[in-house]
C-alpha cells in the first residue's frame, strides 16, 4: 500500500482537469482505490462527487477472484457500479486503440514473471512481439496513454535493464515520453 501511495502521489491525477485513470490489471483494486481517497480530497462539489465516482476511474483485470475482490472494494468504497472491465488487456490489438480508450493517468502493478500465449503477441506492435507479460502491459501503457499522459507503474527490472524487444521499448520510452523517475 505505502508504495501504490507513492506512485498515486507522484503521477497527481487531477478531478479539475476531468482526468481519466485506469489500471489495465486491477486486480483487488488497490490503485483504484487509493485513487480514489487521492482525488477525493480534490471533490468539493456533487457535480464533482458524481464526475468521480462515474467517470473518472476505470480498470481491467481478466482473472475471476480478483475482478470480484476489485469490484467489492470499490463498492466499499461507495462507487455503486465500479468501471471495471472483466477480460485480458492484452487480447485486443494495440492498433485499434482509439482515442477514446486513452487515459491520462495509468497506474499499475501488471502481473509479470509469466508469459501470455502466442496469439497474444500478435496485437502488440510490428517488431516488439513478445509473450512477456510485463514487456506486453508496458506496451499497452505506452499506447493507452493520451497526449501528456502520465504513468506509475511497478515492474521488476529487466523491461528497462535487458537487450532484445525490451531493449527496444526502453529505446521507445526515452525517445517518445518524458520518463521522469525510476524507483529501484
Known sequence: ??????????????LKKKETVL???????????ESLDYLNKQAKTSTEKKQLYEKTLFGIEKKPLPYLLGMMNLILHEIEDPNILKRNTLAHPFSEITEQERFDCIMTNPPFGGQEE????????DGMQTTDTALAFLLFIMESLKKNGRCGVILPN??????????????EILKKFNLHTIIR
Open 1 to 14: 500500500r505505502p508504495v501504490i501511495r507513492f506512485i498515486v502521489n507522484i503521477v497527481k491525477p487531477s
Open 23 to 33: 489500471d489495465p490489471a486491477s486486480g483487488t483494486g488497490g490503485f483504484l482505490s
Open 118 to 125: 502466442h496469439t497474444i503477441a500478435n496485437n502488440l506492435p
Open 158 to 171: 529487466g523491461p528497462l535493464f535487458a537487450g532484445g524487444v525490451a531493449g527496444k521499448i526502453k529505446e
